[in-house]
């Protein structure tokens, strides 16, 4: 049976004979087709596979908007996506960013100097990361009366953050993501924050079975600023705080 997709779906993708392309309203250009993608990847894993292995890799790859438009579709489909159909989303741009299409403009936060390691090996759990933070900002841009909307962007949030972690995290790599957790409070409208403020303890109770310098401590701390307003806020300082008591 032939699958009717956007046009803009095959100019990003080559697709199999039975997929029509079609002009639809609302997918034009290389967001309507990474739109079209993440649609297309949440129906099944059969799907997902088939968009992988025929995405336009050298065509998206010099694009000079790919990564805004990546963002722009993920924002649109995080708030009323299924746990099932956001993971696979998020395994799409896993691949994007582990065969080197997508370039995350990733920065680490907070740091006064680099840790003596090498960070690529974080590329992907911190890559992925630093696109949840960009299109939970973007999505922050737009109806904030939608407490449903919100409530289920983050759980798929929380969903993800938790996929990336196991106690083989460095505690680098946890800072970053508590970090990355507070930037997202930080946007989050107030009845959708508890879920992502249990995820920060989590991550701060991993970094509580590590070995944790006095310049994770203070990376964290800086995390917490932008918390400043919050009901938070304390309580995240108090915890940095026992932390840094501990390897006195």
Not at 159 to 173: N, V, W
Request: hydrophobic share 40%.
């Amino acid at each position: 049976m032939a699958k009717v997709v956007p046009a803009a779906l095959k100019v990003v993708c080559e697709l199999p004979s039975d997929w029509i392309g079609e002009e639809m309203e609302g997918y034009q250009g290389l967001a309507g087709g990474f739109q079209a993608i993440f649609e297309c990847c949440q129906v099944s894993d059969g799907f997902l596979d088939t968009l992988k292995y025929g995405l336009r890799r050298d065509y998206v790859a010099k694009h000079s908007q790919f990564y805004p438009c990546v963002i722009m579709a993920l924002a649109k489909l995080l708030p009323c996506s299924l746990p099932r159909q956001w993971r696979r989303c998020v395994k799409f741009v896993e691949n994007l960013i582990n065969e080197a299409i997508l370039i995350v403009p990733y920065q680490p936060t907070h740091l006064d100097d680099l840790p003596l390691a090498d960070l690529s090996v974080f590329r992907l759990p911190l890559g992925v990361s630093q696109v949840l933070v960009d299109t939970v900002f973007v999505l922050s841009t737009t109806n904030q009366e939608n407490p449903q909307m919100w409530e289920q962007a983050a759980k798929c949030y929380v969903q993800t953050l938790k996929e990336l972690l196991s106690d083989k995290c460095a505690p680098f790599e946890l800072c970053q993501l508590f970090c990355h957790t507070c930037q997202v409070l930080s946007v989050l409208p107030e009845q959708a924050m508890e879920q992502v403020f249990v995820l920060t303890l989590e991550l701060l109770q991993l970094l509580g079975q590590k070995f944790v310098g006095a310049s994770e401590c203070r990376l964290m701390a800086r995390g917490i600023q932008g918390l400043s307003g919050s009901q938070y806020h304390k309580t995240l300082q108090e915890k940095v705080q026992g932390l840094s008591s501990q390897m006195q």
